[in-house]
Every structure is written in C-alpha cells, then in structure tokens.
C-alpha cells in the first residue's frame, strides 16, 4: 500500500531555507522513483524534482535547479526537499509522490500522475 506523509512546510522569507520530508510506507519506498510536485493557488501541477532511488539520479525542474535538493535515506524511508534561496513564486503545497513505473521514467512529464501522493504541505514564501 502507498502511503506518503509529508512535514515540514510553514511560512519563509524570501531569501530562506526550508527542508521538507516525507515519510514513505515500505511498498512506496520500494518505488524506483520518489518525488515531489507542487501546486500553486489557482496553478496547475509541476513537478519539482525526483530521485531514482536505486542508482541515486536526480532530476529538477529548471525553476528550482541550484536552488532545490531533493535526497533520500533508504534507512528511514524518507525523502527530503532541502530548499534554499526561496522566492515568492515557490510557494505553493509540496505533494511527495511516487511514480510506480520503472526507473527510466523516473523525473519525466507528469511522472506523479503514473502512482500516488501523500495530503501535501504547504510553503509560503513572503518577503
């Protein structure tokens, strides 16, 4: 069963950091592909970054690329979004995801749409 449980989301300035985590269940863990997406108030969905969990690839959305981390630690079965210089346009809810396909998807299109996603945290960002 897929289970994912984001925290770590609240209010930042702009400039901040914030990391986010998300606790994933064995089976969604057991994934090739965790990640995040977001949804701004009154946007569509992007995806944010992903990680191939098996050979540790990583992949970012060009508006957060220098900016975002995303990591994972196979021991707790969590995965992190470690944010910094934070900007206006970043706030939005974070959705932890997983993309239940093999791993040479893992990052591409609207990868979340092909698994599932935890309730979402939301970050905002203001100066």
């Known amino acids: 069963q897929v289970q994912l449980e984001e925290s770590g989301g609240g209010p930042a300035q702009v400039g901040g950091s914030l990391r986010l985590s998300c606790s994933a269940s064995?089976?969604?863990?057991?994934?090739?592909?965790l990640g995040w997406f977001r949804q701004a108030p009154g946007q569509g969905r992007e995806g944010v970054a992903a990680?191939?969990?098996?050979?540790?690839?990583?992949y970012y959305a060009d508006s957060v690329k220098g900016r975002f981390t995303i990591s994972h630690d196979n021991a707790k079965k969590q995965v992190y979004l470690k944010m910094n210089s934070l900007k206006p346009e970043d706030t939005a809810v974070y959705f932890c995801?997983?993309?239940?396909?093999?791993?040479?998807?893992?990052?591409?299109?609207?990868?979340?749409?092909?698994?599932?996603w935890g309730q979402g945290t939301l970050v905002t960002v203001s100066s």
């Open positions: 990680v191939a969990t098996g050979g540790g690839e990583t």
């Open positions: 064995p089976y969604a863990y057991a994934s090739d592909c």
């Open positions: 995801a997983v993309d239940l396909r093999s791993a040479e998807n893992c990052g591409s299109g609207s990868w979340w749409e092909f698994g599932d």
